[in-house]
């Protein structure tokens, strides 16, 4: 079935360090794909998103691109600060059922100043 | 703030009890989905209601059921509770009854329960 595959945390990185954080899918057919994080003591928040492959989704400084070829949508940051500290979650919701959106494990990242 | 407002924010209560969690969508969205997040396994996805419909259905134990009322809140109960439920739940809601064309889930702040 579908499913996200994301990078075991935590990851604990220094102020303005470059950031990474792998996501690959398993999905019939071309899903769309998201980053969405989680702030101490929030909900999940959309960060970015891909629909189609080779498309970029870009907010707050966070990057990923769709990757078809490698079935694959990792995060960057060129330079982190200490309020990126959060819970950061990969998504895809399959076309096959709009409904339902399924996301990865999570990855906590903690930022050192 | 979301706009997606859940209560109670935390409860506490112990094994073979049963509890209700409540969410409140935006104003305006018509689906709720509901999510349990534990350290061991992730983010679930439980259940999901369209305008008072249930739509889809994932992971959820026959212990636990959901429904949405008119005026589009929904509630979750769990009930003979179990140690291995404490987790925290979310809810989260969308206008559209899929997500596809937006991608966008508008999440509460979660109802943490822990069954002691």
């Known amino acids: 079935g579908d499913s996200v595959t994301q990078m075991e945390g935590p990851v604990t990185l220094s102020e303005e360090a470059f950031l990474t954080i792998n996501c690959t899918y398993t999905?019939?057919?071309?899903?769309?794909l998201f980053w969405y994080v989680q702030y101490p003591g929030e909900g999940l928040q959309l960060l970015l998103k891909?629909?189609?492959?080779?498309d970029k989704g870009s907010n707050k400084g966070f990057e990923a691109t769709y990757r078809k070829e490698t079935t694959s949508f990792h995060l960057e940051k060129g330079s982190v600060q200490v309020s990126d500290s959060a819970v950061y979650f990969c998504?895809?919701?399959?076309?096959?059922?709009?409904?339902?959106?399924?996301f990865g494990s999570g990855t906590r990242l903690s930022i050192r100043p | 703030d979301s706009g997606v407002t859940q209560t109670p924010k935390h409860l506490i209560t112990a094994t073979g009890q049963r509890v209700t969690l409540r969410c409140s969508p935006r104003s305006g969205d018509l689906s709720v989905y509901w999510y349990q997040q534990s350290l061991d396994q992730g983010l679930q996805f439980l259940i999901q209601y369209y305008n008072g419909e249930e739509r889809a259905k994932g992971n959820i134990l026959e212990r636990f059921s959901a429904q949405q009322f008119p005026d589009l809140h929904s509630e979750l109960n769990l009930s003979s509770l179990e140690l291995g439920d404490s987790a925290l739940y979310f809810c989260?809601?969308?206008?559209?009854?899929?997500?596809?064309?937006?991608?966008?889930?508008?999440f509460g702040e979660g109802s943490r329960l822990t069954v002691l």
């Open positions: 999905a019939t057919g071309y899903p769309s």
């Open positions: 998504a895809l919701i399959p076309r096959s059922s709009a409904s339902k959106i399924i």
């Open positions: 891909a629909t189609k492959a080779d």
């Open positions: 989260a809601s969308s206008v559209v009854n899929g997500v596809s064309n937006t991608g966008e889930l508008f």
